[in-house]
Every structure is written in structure tokens, then in C-alpha cells.
T-cell receptor, first 113, second 119 residues
Framework: DAKTTQPPSMDCAEGRAANLPCNHSTISGNEYVYWYRQIHSQGPQYIIHGLKNNETNEMASLIITEDRKSSTLILPHATLRDTAVYYCIVSGWSGAGSYQLTFGKGTKLSVIP | DGGITQSPKYLFRKEGQNVTLSCEQNLNHDAMYWYRQDPGQGLRLIYYSQIVNDFQKGDIAEGYSVSREKKESFPLTVTSAQKNPTAFYLC??????????????????FGEGSRLTVL
């Protein structure tokens, strides 16, 4: 799977949009971009995923650049409950029979009152 | 409600003892996974299983063993061979499928985790 690069930490004011960047310059054509988040001492929670087109659901929006080498997760109106570690993951068929999602250190988002 | 249940939530073990962490899902998912998380770190894959009676090693399988006798269950045993077992263990499951011509891992559903401490 392609590797991803995320900033280690970010702050966002409550009520403002949080924009979390992710670089995945080695992504291949059949790999999806996934976003998860982990609130302290809990299991990670799926947020959204996409292949080429921008995606939106009730939690967030995912913007993928046209060359697919980077993406941005947008939380439109951040709340204190959005404080968590956010993981950007790229994954697809490895050819070896695996479906591994590799979770790096992610971005620690702190929403400030 | 459907979901993944891990037990116990907290577990203490003496050195040299084997312990088994339970993971049960009622989501009818084909694939199940075990991850390990150390403080301030990401998740590392221990074992995964895509079908009953079959499982594959992940990145850090040494000192661990698993079984998949039923679709709903994927227990993890931390053996005495695991040199540094104190960690947060997470179980997950997903649908295995093919979407639009590409393999897609699908969404991973995680349990609440089991925190193992070796005394």
C-alpha cells in the first residue's frame, strides 16, 4: 500500500472548518483513500473513503486532487467532540491476498473552545 | 444492535502466562483483524482472517496466535514468547468484497479495545 504523510498536530477553533491534509504521492490507480479517527482510548471510527471523486457524508467531506497525490478531510463545523487523532490511509488489492490497512501516527486535531 | 465486542476491557498478566483476548462480531463480516497500539503510536497489524479456518500473519505476528473456527469469533492469544505484551489491542471486522472492478477492503468496524498490562 502507498504511504501517507500527515502533519503530527493541528488546532482548530470550535465552530470553524477543520481541514486535515494528507499526502499520498505514490498512490496507485486501484487504491482508495480512507479516513478514520480515534478518540482517546477508544477503537478507531471510520469517517469516509474515496477513489477519485470528492465525497461527502454526514460526518465530513473528502477532497481528492485530480492527480490523486493528496487529499483533504474537511470537518465543516468542528466541535470539541471532534478532538481526536485522524488517520489517512491508502489501501487496495496487494496481490498477495491481503486487505491490510496501515495506520500511521495520524494527525492529532485539537478543537479549541 | 450489531457490532464488535472485545473482552476483557482490562487484563493483567504475570510474566510467563498466556492470555486470550476475545473478539466477537454479529455483523456477518467475512474478514477480521487484530491490531496492537502502543502509547503515542499508530496501529500495527498482528493477524487477519478473510474466511473461516484461514488466517494470515500481519506485520508483528511473533509471540501471538489466533484461530478462526467460527465466522463470528477471532480470539487472540498473547503467548509467553511475546517479549513486550503490554499494549492496547484492537479487533476489527470488514466486508470482503469487490467494488467497481477493484478490490475494496470496505469499512473497518473496531471494537472498544482490550488493554493488557504485564505485571
Amino acid at each position: 500500500d502507498a504511504k501517507t504523510t500527515q502533519p503530527p498536530s493541528m488546532d482548530c477553533a470550535e465552530g470553524r472548518a477543520a481541514n486535515l491534509p494528507c499526502n499520498h504521492s505514490t498512490i496507485s490507480g486501484n487504491e482508495y483513500v480512507y479516513w478514520y479517527r480515534q478518540i482517546h482510548s477508544q477503537g478507531p471510527q471510520y469517517i469516509i473513503h474515496g477513489l477519485k471523486n470528492n465525497e461527502t457524508n454526514e460526518m465530513a467531506s473528502l477532497i481528492i486532487t485530480e492527480d490523486r497525490k493528496s487529499s483533504t478531510l474537511i470537518l465543516p463545523h468542528a466541535t470539541l467532540r471532534d478532538t481526536a487523532v485522524y488517520y489517512c490511509i491508502v489501501s487496495g488489492w496487494s496481490g498477495a491476498g491481503s486487505y491490510q490497512l496501515t495506520f500511521g501516527k495520524g494527525t492529532k486535531l485539537s478543537v479549541i473552545p | 444492535d450489531g457490532g464488535i465486542t472485545q473482552s476483557p476491557k482490562y487484563l493483567f498478566r504475570k510474566e510467563g502466562q498466556n492470555v486470550t483476548l476475545s473478539c466477537e462480531q454479529n455483523l456477518n463480516h467475512d474478514a477480521m483483524y487484530w491490531y496492537r497500539q502502543d502509547p503515542g503510536q499508530g496501529l500495527r497489524l498482528i493477524y487477519y482472517s478473510q474466511i473461516v479456518n484461514d488466517f494470515q500473519k500481519g506485520d508483528i505476528a511473533e509471540g501471538y496466535s489466533v484461530s478462526r473456527e467460527k465466522k463470528e469469533s477471532f480470539p487472540l492469544t498473547v503467548t509467553s514468547a511475546q517479549k513486550n505484551p503490554t499494549a492496547f489491542y484492537l479487533c476489527a471486522s470488514s466486508i470482503k468484497g469487490r467494488t467497481s472492478g477493484f478490490w475494496n477492503t470496505g469499512e473497518l468496524f473496531f471494537g472498544e479495545g482490550s488493554r493488557l498490562t504485564v505485571l
